[in-house]
């Protein structure tokens, strides 16, 4: 920790002596007390491509791809009044599909071969928990 601070931060002399053990001389150290606050907001979106999630109980899961696109910055005040409201939602295996399609264009087959590799994980890991539980009887 450095002794020195910048415009934000605050340098504050503290008494540990009740924490150093009495063979130990007490001996003020300083410690570092801060505040933060922001002025404008970044805002990243990422593509969206087909996932393999296990947990995605019908149709094509959604994850994040690499690709993103930067968003101007802009003031933090304008977009706490504009930002869309925060709700989570689920979206059927229709739109899902949709979204991936249409606009992402990731092909039909791209998409069922996803669904095949989402079976195949959720099979793996039923053989996982079934083994787990028959050892588990052994012992």
Known sequence: MSPYADNNDKLVLADLSDEIPSSSSSVPTLRRSTSVSFSSVSVREYDRVVGDHPDCRVGPPLAMGWGFFDKPEIDIDVYEITKAPKRRRKLTATQRRKILNEHFGISED?????????????????????QNKRSEKVQ
């Not at 069922?112 to 079934?130: M, N, W």
Request: charged letters at 40%; zero cysteines.
């Open 110 to 130: 791209e998409i069922d071969a996803s669904l095949q590799e989402v079976q195949r994980i959720k099979e793996s890991r039923l053989q996982s928990k079934q």
